[in-house]
């Protein structure tokens, strides 16, 4: 696919001048609240003839263009001037494609917003850029903007993944093959409700919930029962994708699951992203688990990585109580748990939005 984004042309200039116009109009009418300004001075005719006429005025402009021009961007060295999306196309990740093509290709790390432009500064935030002390007035207004810096430094050096429910989507595969394994044993076929308790947690955890006797005889049908529900596991869309950009950004990739090893290293969905994690802490590698510390613990002790360097995602109140208990910053999968009602530091709503989400 054709990369959207590319330099500013002449025939470009008309596009240009709209989305300024009628995005400044919208942006900055309730805060100026001088219409002289927005509909009298503010004109496109004489913006498009100088962005056509006046190749200079486009030099540092680039445009996502995908079909029609509906965003630019202005960026001169490492800073970024402008970013203006059409109000039509608003909110379908166009301003992200930009940030990122900002900080990757062009390093940007700084940047003046219009200091009651709470909005902008929202959306600057979730890309790194902080609020500096740095102010001055707006020209010709009463005003100011404010300076935002990005550190060049990530915060965090390793990205831990919990598996069911966020790297993979098997779900409906557990509990039906839960379900399956209780009617064997105990002859009654329990609701779902009643075994979701059983997500985020081991599966002999679980059984022991349940009141079982011979767990490990249990367990080993219940994994035969789930190999029968394959056909309804996959990755969650987005996970290969996002796996393979955090890698290339320098990120340190990991797993921390309630699954035993044998569980993990036969999963056919895992067999295809394996390659991506250094480390993996698995139900059988720590003493105690989730929502202890333990398992998380260990995945330090096995990294060496230090607790503030980690974030840790997961989709439930499990793997959230595990992050806060070893000291972990958490992001929550609300792809797999379908809720914001679990503590976290980020809610994180599909897998491509993690890169400009986490700073």
């Known amino acids: 696919m054709k990369d959207p984004i590319r330099k500013a042309r002449a025939e470009d200039a008309s596009r240009l001048a709209e989305i300024l116009i009628f995005t400044k109009r919208a942006t900055y009418r309730p805060i100026f609240q001088e219409d002289q300004v927005s509909f009298g001075e503010m004109q496109v005719l004489p913006l498009a003839l100088e962005y056509r006429e006046n190749a200079r005025k486009r030099e540092n402009i680039w445009v996502y263009d995908d079909a029609f021009v509906k965003a630019m961007i202005h960026i001169e060295e490492r800073q970024i001037c402008e970013l203006y999306v059409d109000v039509f196309f608003q909110r379908e990740g166009i301003g992200a494609r930009l940030m990122d093509f900002a900080v990757k290709e062009h390093h940007a790390d700084h940047l003046w917003v219009l200091e009651k432009n709470e909005r902008a500064i929202r959306f600057y935030q979730r890309y790194g850029f902080g609020m500096t002390k740095e102010r001055m007035p ?92 394959g056909d309804q596991v996959s990755l969650y869309e987005g996970i290969e994708e996002l796996l393979s950009r955090l890698s290339k950004e320098g990120y340190g990739l990991g797993i921390v699951s309630s699954r035993t090893r044998e569980m993990l290293e036969e999963d056919a969905c895992i067999k295809r992203i394996r390659a991506c994690f250094s480390v993996t802490v698995c139900s059988d590698d720590s003493v105690g688990h989730k929502p202890t510390a333990d398992p998380l613990l260990k995945y330090m002790e096995l990294s060496g ?15 959230s109580q595990c992050a806060e208990n070893a000291g972990v910053d958490f992001g929550l999968a609300v792809w797999g748990s ?6 976290a530091q980020y809610y994180l709503r599909s897998p491509l939005a993690v890169p400009e989400q986490i700073p």
């Not at 599966?203 to 219940?222: F, S, Y």
């Open 138 to 229: 707006q020209e010709g207004t009463k005003e100011f903007i404010v300076k935002m810096e990005r550190s060049s430094e990530m915060k965090y050096k390793q990205i831990v993944f919990d598996v069911d429910g966020t790297l993979v989507d098997n779900e409906e595969a557990i509990l039906r093959s839960l379900q399956d394994v209780m009617l064997e044993v105990k002859g009654e076929k329990l609701p779902f409700e009643e075994l979701r308790f059983a997500l985020g947690i081991t599966g002999e955890d679980a059984l022991e919930r349940l009141q079982v006797e011979n767990i490990p005889q249990v367990m080993e049908r219940w994994v035969e029962l789930l190999a029968q529900y």
């Open 305 to 319: 990585a230090k607790k503030e360097e980690i974030l840790y995602i997961g989709d439930s109140v499990h793997d």
């Open 338 to 343: 379908h809720t914001e009602t679990i503590k």
